[in-house]
């Protein structure tokens, strides 16, 4: 009986059928195998989009925005979107942690320290809070020092100046944490807004996420920064912009110091700096001279790893001198070196020499006290 189906009663038809059939139920086993020994997942939840879910990029353009008009915008050229340096992306090596990440007291996780514990150091990446602060001054050198630190294979750092706690306080230390790059636990955040010195509320805000917080401030004589500072400023203004000597004098340049004006103001270091030490010990502070970054970047580079308890690893090996801008750029292992955008190194306006003398002479005893309070002789004039 054929069915209908020659093919069945011939030996070699019905050889080939009995060979198809039996991969057949072999295919249907297998099948029928793994749908038991894999898990079995229900439906996905709908995804509720957080303020945490927001791309890095997007929280960055938000605080663009709200900086726009800020004189400070500048400092950041765009080059690390997010913060992260393409230098020293391997995966750190664990080890154990004794005394603190880098050598640092651990923070004070009950008032909003760094998050993750300090015991053995897991691979674990996540956005964490700053372990260092750039705090100041601004036109001292704060973006080069930044830029010089991202060199460290152990350092990360968000793009822009983040102004958390002088304009953004109000928006919680969880936004400010979720702008920080993602890093492992052996590796350390740094943040830099130089506008935190001259901030009156900043040193107990500061103290209030981190007691161990170490802390890092950039200077350079009062008055060169001052011109530097006017010089940023009548670039972006340009018209009807007063003269140095107007806007650093009372009375058409005739009268005492104005002292109101924030060129002038900032140069107050011991001022500023009495705050900060009404809060932080003198040994969580450090300071670079904006002078010496500029002509030993590599010398003053090793005192802040030092600082800070990272290994040495930035040299002098690092940096290319650039006498056209009068910066030292930096050598990354290619051809072209890297040097800071070209808001930086802008040509000063000529400003009469009785002015600078006035200005030097007005600064004097701050200088000296400011040397006093510091314990370094910055040499100026």
Excluded at 34 to 39: A, Y
Excluded at 246 to 262: H, K, Q, R, Y
């Amino acid at each position: 009986m054929s069915f209908g189906v020659p093919w069945l009663t011939d030996p070699t038809g019905l050889k080939s059928f009995l060979v198809i059939m039996s991969f057949l139920l072999a295919a249907t086993r297998h099948a029928s195998l793994v749908s038991r020994t894999e898990p079995e997942f229900g439906p996905k939840p709908e995804m509720v989009e957080s303020a945490n879910d927001v791309p890095p990029e997007d929280r960055w353009k938000e605080l663009f925005q709200a900086d726009d008009a800020s004189d400070d915008v500048d400092e950041y050229d765009g080059e690390y979107p997010g913060g992260l340096d393409p230098v020293g992306d391997q995966k750190p090596a664990s080890r154990s942690i004794e005394s603190g990440v880098h050598g640092l007291a651990a923070p004070n996780l009950a008032a909003g320290g760094a998050s993750g514990s300090y015991g053995t150091v897991d691979q674990e990446t996540m956005s964490r809070l700053p372990r260092a602060i750039i705090i100041g001054v601004k036109k001292g050198g704060t973006r080069a020092l930044l830029e010089f630190l991202r060199v460290h294979p152990k350092v990360r750092a968000p793009g822009p100046e983040v102004h958390f706690f002088d304009r953004h306080y109000d928006r919680g230390i969880d936004w400010y944490r979720s702008l920080m790059p993602p890093t492992s636990a052996d590796q350390t955040t740094i943040e830099k807004t130089p506008s935190y010195f001259v901030t009156k509320s900043a040193p107990a805000r500061v103290y209030n996420m981190s007691r161990s917080t170490r802390l890092i401030v950039v200077v350079r004589d009062p008055v060169t920064r001052a011109v530097s500072d006017y010089t940023q400023v009548a670039t972006k203004r340009r018209r009807d912009q007063r003269s140095f000597a107007e806007m650093a004098f009372l009375d058409n340049a005739t009268g005492p110091v104005a002292t109101s004006w924030g060129a002038i103001k900032i140069g107050l270091y011991a001022k500023h700096l009495e705050r900060w030490l009404g809060v932080f010990p003198r040994a969580q502070l450090h300071f670079v001279s904006g002078e010496r970054l500029i002509d030993s970047p590599a010398a003053e580079m090793t005192k802040i790893e030092d600082f800070l308890g990272l290994e040495r690893f930035v040299t002098a090996g690092h940096f290319y001198f650039n006498a056209t801008k009068g910066f030292p750029c930096l050598l990354r292992g290619g051809p072209v070196p890297h040097c800071l955008g070209k808001t930086k190194g802008r040509l000063h306006p000529s400003v009469d020499e009785k002015i600078l003398r006035r200005l030097r002479s007005f600064y004097r005893p701050f200088n000296e006290k400011f040397y006093q309070m510091t314990g370094i002789n910055f040499g100026w004039s």
